[in-house]
């Protein structure tokens, strides 16, 4: 298994563009997840999503948008790239069943972007 | 709204030692608890995840504690190596589900040869 695969690894792009992060997972994972993390901070929560066509915002959501059109994929899209998003952005993945064991995320090794 | 602390956010030990990082959290009403390590450029790998119903949590040279009461938890590394250098992050769960997991900002660990 690849587990969480990300591209690009490293973007810069000019304020006012816009871009899409792709990500993967081939573990059959139901959940989903995009996080930000910035210099010395922890991972901020972005969006996530429980299965196909389901999305929810998270703690930091503007800017932003995602689908779930597979189980597998869950890209992030980026419009109108602004300075403040630049950031190392991280996918993640996990299962979870109702009335199961909570397992952990597994993340990818994420995409480091930079708006000039 | 849950807050995550690690103290401290360095630290440097010679190879050999035992060590101890801290996690505190505001909210005691949490599902699980996690430990991560983070390598430079990489992503987070999975180390110990405690239930809120467990104690602790041993892996290897690894064992994590929960206080869930009192809100903290300690990650114990016993007997270090230069290769345990990284970013070690702890975060919490509020409900089954994970998606909101609370990230802590990491403590720096570097072990000299």
């Known amino acids: 298994n690849a587990g969480v695969t990300q591209t690009p690894k490293f973007r810069i792009l000019k304020i006012g563009q816009s871009m899409t992060l792709q990500c993967t997972q081939d573990?059959?994972?139901?959940?989903m997840y995009w996080y930000r993390q910035d210099p010395g901070m922890g991972l901020k929560l972005i969006y996530y999503?429980?299965?196909?066509?389901?999305?929810d915002k998270g703690e930091v959501p503007n800017g932003y948008n995602v689908s779930r059109s597979t189980t597998e994929d869950f890209p992030l899209r980026l419009e109108l790239a602004a300075p403040s998003q630049t950031s190392v952005y991280f996918c993640?993945?996990?299962?979870?069943?109702?009335?199961?064991?909570?397992?952990?995320?597994?993340f990818g090794p994420g995409t480091r972007l930079l708006v000039l | 709204k849950q807050e995550v602390t690690q103290i401290p956010a360095a630290l440097s030990v010679p190879e050999g030692e035992n060590l101890v990082l801290n996690c505190s959290f505001t909210d005691s009403a949490i599902y699980n608890l996690q430990w991560f390590r983070q390598d430079p450029g990489k992503g987070l790998t999975s180390l110990l995840l405690i239930q809120s119903s467990q104690r602790e949590q041993t892996s290897g040279r690894l064992n994590a504690s929960l206080d869930k009461s009192s809100g903290r938890s300690t990650l114990y590394i016993a007997a270090s190596q230069p290769g345990d250098s990284a970013t070690y992050l702890c975060a919490v769960s509020p409900g089954a589900g994970s998606y909101q997991l609370t990230f802590g900002k990491g403590t720096k660990l570097s072990v000299i040869p």
């Open positions: 573990m059959n994972h139901n959940y």
């Open positions: 993640a993945s996990s299962y979870y069943e109702v009335a199961g064991v909570q397992e952990t995320q597994y």
């Open positions: 999503s429980v299965g196909a066509g389901i999305t």
